[in-house]
């Protein structure tokens, strides 16, 4: 698990080289255990910072050169398979230098080209420049697990793991995405491909990308697409028989994901995913289970009590944290150098400290994101159907009703007489009318499903950013052979996990050089998931009814079967707090600088309204956010 960035300097006219190793410096906290970097004149570049967990001897620095000398590489990730790998190449004829997967993927590359990404199970992010052809390939993950963001603007090309490294290079400008910014009040989060600056993109999942001398243009390839999976089949009928292959599919990959030169721990929640995650482990592994969880002070959102049971059932060595409210509020002034891009998941709060606190015991940990996408286990799969069917039966001069409605609700200036309201109830029934509205004027399920997930409405957004176009997703065309669920569930696999759920992730556990592995998304536990039947993820009121049965296998229901939990802060409570007027206070002074284009008085209205009354904690964090992210990194 690594840093990486580097450069492809086609026609620029100032030499990058100098500034390689600043920016390969500023990705310190991902790999603290070594620092390389290497520079073909000034066309090429590649910079890494190590986190040694596989092979942790020099011979496994970075950048690393093939055996033949046309190839050189910078890897950030785990390719958990490379033991076998590296056994088809040796008996290619291959010979290896040292015990990395790194080095099994630069061999593999040299040896199959682009078709080795096949071959491998993991997550990695790379950059692989090839001295003949004077060529760089970028490459990311199939789930999307480890970042990758690139810069170009039409003459210099550099690419890195996080945003932070890109900035160190000249020609990098701090433009804002106008759109990006309006996805981040809506969501929480910016997907992929975009980010919050217009020069800067994310490479997406499953795809690589390749520049050139001759074109002069990255070019992005899928080489894997979940939506190939969504209508398929997975070959099997009878539950029973699918229920056992699944169990065999995750034994596997939980064990890949066990392959370490380092001691490996387990988030353990106390939820199922989690649980699920462990007991097959502590079944396949041989030896005790480290697991590791975080309590919290307030009861209704404390899950360390269920941990500690179920880690008492399966025999872990158990550890547990605990999370005041007073640590909490420390950790939010130091998000925006964490997330280097607007980030809104205010889970995101309990996610660093439970890594920072597990850096000190372990060197790997697994954690159990993605059982909820695949297998169904978010209450809106199981309501948001019926919601839907219902808003859509409306008779038509009812529709036309609400949406005349809708249009005196979304006029600019509105807004301000709503917020000036003094009644919570008001406020959240005006919010959730314009929901209703937009629901009922749509044809599409999935926009429905979009508008139902938005934190702030388009006619929020409209007046908080002036006019505006929503975005256009690659999913939004969805066949309508599928149903709704399904196509929730694809759009948060898409989206939502990688820009949110392992952006999260990612930033909090290197920030303190901790490596995160999710072993629900290794690509064939994807793949058969989304080819099961409806029936086997959400059966009458039961999510995830296949994992539950799974878990019935190796410890009592009783210990798992209760209402889901997150992973939340406190935010409603925190508003009467002290934390709560410094949260106000960053988004005066944000007010003050200018806001950065956001329309001031909407953003004051807003403001007042938190002040005197609940109902918009969440807006509220979201505006925090983007104003202590500008003030950071824009100033």
């Known amino acids: 698990m690594c840093g990486i960035t580097g450069f492809f300097n086609p026609e620029s006219n100032f030499d990058p080289r100098p500034f390689l190793k600043i920016a390969t410096d500023s990705l310190a906290h991902r790999g603290p255990d070594a620092s390389g970097t290497w520079a073909n004149t000034d066309l090429a570049g590649l910079g890494h910072r190590r986190l040694s967990i596989i092979d942790l001897s020099e011979s496994a620095n970075q950048p690393m050169i093939s055996g033949n000398g046309r190839f050189v590489i910078a890897f950030n990730g785990e390719i958990y398979n490379f033991s076998d790998v590296r056994k088809q190449l040796e008996d290619c004829g291959t010979i290896f230098k040292s ?15 682009t078709e080795c990404v096949n071959r491998f199970i993991g997550m990695f992010a790379f950059a692989i420049f090839d001295l003949h052809a004077r060529r760089l390939f970028l490459c ?109 599919l995750l034994c596997e990959a939980f064990s890949y994901r066990m392959v370490a030169d380092v001691e490996v721990g387990v988030f353990l929640s106390g939820g199922l995913d989690s649980s699920l995650v462990t007991a097959l482990l502590t079944r396949s592994a041989g030896k005790k289970v480290r697991t590791f969880t975080l309590g919290f002070n307030e009861a209704e ?3 360390s009590p269920w941990a500690a049971r179920i880690a008492s059932h399966l025999g872990t060595s158990h550890t547990e944290f605990r999370l005041s409210s007073s640590e909490a509020e420390k950790l939010i002034k130091e998000l925006p150098d964490v997330y280097d891009e607007p980030f809104g998941d205010n889970s995101a709060v309990s996610t660093l400290m439970l890594s920072r606190l597990v850096s000190k015991e372990v060197k790997v940990v697994l954690s159990a994101d993605g059982g909820d996408e695949l297998f169904g286990g978010y209450d809106y799969y199981r309501k948001l159907p019926s919601d839907f069917s219902f808003f859509t039966s409306f008779p038509e001069a009812a529709k036309q009703f609400l949406a005349g409605a809708g249009k005196i609700i979304s006029r600019p200036g509105l807004q301000i007489n709503i917020n000036s309201l003094a009644s919570s109830r008001l406020k959240k029934l005006f919010r959730n ?101 409806e029936s086997m993820k959400i ?43 410094e949260i106000a206070a960053e988004i005066d002074a944000f007010i003050a600088e200018g806001a950065c284009g956001l329309n001031t008085k909407t953003v004051r209205s807003e403001l007042e309204f938190y002040r005197r009354s609940s109902g918009n904690e969440f807006q509220i964090w979201l505006l925090y956010v983007f104003a202590s992210w500008a003030r950071r990194w824009l100033g």
């Open 99 to 113: 015990h990395s997967d790194t080095e099994v993927v630069i061999e593999a590359f040299a040896s199959w080209g």
């Open 140 to 248: 990311r993950d199939r789930a999307g697990v480890k970042p990758l963001h690139y810069f170009w603007d039409g003459h210099f090309f550099a690419f890195a793991s996080e945003i932070r490294a890109l900035r160190e290079y000249p020609p990098f400008r701090k433009n804002l995405n106008h759109q990006a910014v309006a996805e981040f009040f809506q969501y929480g989060y910016i997907s992929q491909p975009d980010s919050i600056y217009a020069n800067v993109k994310k490479l997406p999942p499953g795809s690589w990308l390749q520049i050139d001398l001759e074109t002069k243009t990255p070019v992005v390839t899928s080489y894997w697409d979940i939506r190939s999976f969504l209508t398929g089949s997975p070959g099997q009928s009878n539950p029973e028989e699918l229920e056992n292959r699944l169990e065999q």
């Open 301 to 303: 959102i404390d899950e």
């Open 433 to 533: 009318a314009a929901q209703i509205v937009q629901s009922c004027r749509s044809s599409s399920s999935g926009n429905f499903y979009r508008f139902m997930r938005a934190i702030w409405q388009p006619y929020e957004i409209k007046n908080l950013l002036g006019d505006y176009h929503e975005k256009r997703f690659l999913l939004d065309d969805l066949t309508d052979n599928l149903s709704l669920v399904e196509k929730m569930m694809a759009w948060d696999l898409f989206y939502y996990i990688p820009d949110d759920i392992l952006t999260k992730v990612d930033r909090a556990t290197m920030s303190t050089g901790l490596e995160g592995r999710d072993p629900f998304l290794d690509h064939r536990v994807i793949e058969m998931a989304l080819q099961l039947p």
């Open 539 to 581: 059966r009458n009121t039961e999510s995830k009814s296949v994992l539950r049965r799974l878990l019935s296998r190796h410890m009592p229901s009783e210990l798992f079967e209760r209402p889901k939990r997150g992973f939340p802060i406190p935010l409603v409570q925190w508003r009467t707090s002290e934390t709560g007027r």
